[in-house]
């Protein structure tokens, strides 16, 4: 059974940082990726890695703020979110992409409030 668990979220002001985790079990993976919602918005791609190639990908609205990373022992993949801003309040969604063709599996969602 594939299970991808998301952890690490929370309330933090702006400027501030936080690391989101997730924890893939069940199966292998070509590709891990995150993605946010907002309220009212559609969701939004905001990173990927491969595995265990790394090649890390990132939407323009968080280059150079946020680092995704994989923690091969632990079947782990990491966001680090940096100088955040009040627009990256959005609930994270850790997902998983068995074949490097589309992603097929989804976390459970973690809330990131940021605010001003």
């Known amino acids: 059974q594939v299970q991808l668990v998301e952890s690490g979220g929370g309330l933090v002001q702006a400027g501030g940082s936080l690391k989101l985790s997730c924890a893939a079990s069940?199966?292998?993976?070509?590709?891990v990726g995150w993605f946010r919602q907002a309220p009212g918005k559609e969701r939004e791609f905001i990173a990927s890695?491969?595995?265990?190639?790394?090649?890390?990908e990132y939407s323009d609205s968080v280059k150079g703020r946020f680092t995704i990373s994989i923690e091969y022992g632990k079947n782990t993949v990491y966001l680090q979110m940096n100088s955040l801003k009040p627009e990256d309040t959005a609930v994270y969604y850790c997902?998983?992409?068995?074949?490097?063709?589309?992603?097929?599996?989804w976390g459970q969602g973690t809330q990131v409030t940021v605010s001003s």
């Open positions: 890695i491969r595995w265990p190639f790394a090649n890390p």
């Open positions: 997902a998983a992409d068995p074949n490097s063709s589309k992603f097929d599996y």
């Open positions: 069940g199966r292998t993976f070509s590709r």
